[in-house]
């Protein structure tokens, strides 16, 4: 019974799951990252799309590990978090998911990971500003204040700051860009953005 409820209802489905304009989904790159996840892989999410998606999508099986703050919900802990897992493993791979908004509350610790090499993996997933700030701003009746491109938040080239601190650095936007780069970024000894 649970194989056949397996096969009616996919983790992704279309048409929720289907990329947007101009984008690849998110939900569809966690089902992407599935292979590249080495047998003990530790992923350290941030809040949001990062956070959601990775929780819904993945299938890990032990000693593989996801970790995120729970229900704190404090955005960008996935770098400091990511910095603390690759350091408590002695300097080993953690793939860290993070969102833009995420990014700019810790952006500084770029210099942290590039400075000691740690071989961390970081996806950034672009939606744009705040999401979390912006879906309560929406929900408490509120209008957009500071929370994206529309009302008056820019954020920087992240592929640029990456590879400003030596980070390898890598833009992903359509999925012929994504089956080229994965495979190296995955296997890249030491730092990396997408």
Same mark, same amino acid.
């Given at each position: 019974?649970?194989?056949?409820?397996r096969e009616m209802y996919p983790w992704?489905?279309?048409?929720?799951?289907?990329?947007?304009?101009?984008f690849i989904s998110p939900y569809r790159?966690?089902?992407?990252?599935?292979?590249?996840?080495?047998?003990?892989?530790?992923?350290? +999410?941030?809040?949001? +799309?990062?956070?959601?998606? !990775?929780?819904?999508?993945?299938?890990?099986?032990?000693?593989?590990?996801?970790?995120?703050?729970? %229900?704190?919900?404090?955005?960008?802990? =996935?770098?400091?978090?990511?910095?603390?897992?690759?350091? =408590?493993? %002695?300097?080993?791979?953690?793939?860290?998911?993070?969102?833009?908004?995420?990014?700019?509350?810790?952006?500084?610790?770029?210099?942290?990971? =590039?400075?000691?090499?740690?071989?961390?993996?970081?996806?950034?997933?672009?939606?744009?500003?705040?999401?979390?700030?912006?879906?309560?701003?929406?929900?408490?009746?509120?209008?957009?204040?500071?929370?994206?491109?529309?009302?008056?938040?820019?954020?920087?080239?992240?592929?640029?700051?990456?590879?400003?601190?030596?980070?390898?650095?890598?833009?992903?936007?359509?999925?012929?860009?994504?089956? +080229?780069?994965?495979?190296?970024?995955? !296997?890249?000894?030491?730092? =990396?953005?997408?």
């Amino acid at each position: 019974q649970c194989k056949a409820w397996r096969e009616m209802y996919p983790w992704v489905e279309s048409p929720a799951h289907d990329d947007p304009p101009g984008f690849i989904s998110p939900y569809r790159v966690m089902e992407e990252i599935q292979p590249y996840l080495q047998p003990d892989e530790v992923i350290v +999410t941030d809040m949001g +799309t990062a956070l959601i998606c !990775a929780h819904q999508v993945l299938r890990l099986k032990p000693p593989q590990r996801i970790k995120t703050s729970g %229900g704190l919900g404090e955005m960008g802990v =996935a770098l400091p978090a990511a910095i603390g897992a690759s350091f =408590a493993r %002695g300097k080993r791979r953690v793939l860290c998911l993070h969102c833009d908004g995420g990014m700019m509350m810790n952006l500084q610790e770029l210099a942290t990971i =590039a400075h000691h090499r740690l071989p961390i993996k970081i996806i950034v997933f672009s939606n744009d500003g705040y999401t979390m700030i912006r879906h309560t701003q929406k929900v408490l009746g509120l209008g957009n204040v500071a929370v994206g491109p529309e009302s008056g938040l820019s954020f920087p080239d992240f592929v640029e700051c990456g590879g400003s601190f030596g980070i390898h650095s890598h833009r992903v936007s359509t999925w012929g860009q994504w089956r +080229t780069i994965a495979p190296a970024f995955f !296997a890249y000894e030491g730092p =990396a953005l997408m």
